[in-house]
C-alpha cells in the first residue's frame, strides 16, 4: 500500500512538472520578440555629389558587396556631413554595415581597371582595408538593446 503510494505521488510530482514547464515555455514564445533599431553615422564624405549607399547584412553571405542578399538596403541624397541614417525594427542578431559612395548616381560601387573602388566606401568596426574588402567577421557588430549606434568613416582611394 504505501509503496503505490509512493509511486503515485512519484507520478503525480512528475505530471505537474511536465505542466509547469509547458506553461512556462507557453508564456516565454508567447512574448513578443525584440525589436531595436539601429543609427548609422557616416563621416569624411568628400562632398554631396550622388548619393551615399547603405547596406545591413545579418550573415556572411553576400558581404559587403551585396548582389541582392542583404538583409536591408537604401540609397539616399547626401544631404550633410557628417550622414546619418537609421534602421528601424530589427531583431536581435548580430550586424555587419557596407557603404559606399555613389558619385555617379549608379547605385554601384564603380571600380578602375586594377579592381580599386573609384568611389568612397566604408564598413562597420573601420577595418584597416589592405587588399580587398574586409570580411564579414571584421564588421560585425551586436543589436541588443533599443537604440545602438555605429560610427563609419570613409574611405577613398588615392589611385
Known amino acids: 500500500m504505501l509503496r503505490s503510494l509512493q ?14 514547464a509547458k506553461t512556462i515555455y507557453a508564456q516565454s514564445s508567447a512574448q513578443p520578440k525584440f ?8 563621416s569624411g564624405l568628400q562632398n554631396q555629389k550622388g548619393l551615399l549607399c547603405i547596406r545591413l547584412f545579418n550573415e556572411s553571405k553576400g558581404f559587403p558587396e551585396g548582389d541582392g542578399k542583404s538583409t536591408k538596403r537604401e540609397c539616399i541624397k547626401i544631404t550633410e556631413e557628417p550622414m546619418q541614417f537609421s534602421f528601424k525594427n530589427l531583431a ?13 548616381g549608379d547605385r ?3 571600380r578602375n581597371a586594377a579592381g580599386i573602388p573609384t ?37 577613398y582611394s588615392s589611385l
Open 108 to 110: 554601384k560601387l564603380n
Open 7 to 20: 509511486v503515485g505521488l512519484g507520478a503525480i510530482a512528475l505530471l505537474s512538472s511536465v505542466m509547469l
Open 35 to 42: 525589436r531595436g533599431s539601429l543609427t548609422v553615422e557616416i
Open 119 to 155: 568611389e568612397g566606401y566604408g564598413f562597420s568596426n573601420n577595418p584597416v582595408i589592405k587588399t580587398g574588402p574586409p570580411k564579414f567577421g571584421q564588421a560585425i557588430f551586436l543589436v541588443a538593446g533599443p537604440n545602438t549606434g555605429v560610427k563609419i568613416q570613409m574611405k
Open 92 to 104: 536581435a542578431s548580430s550586424y555587419a554595415v557596407a557603404v559606399f559612395h555613389d558619385a555617379n
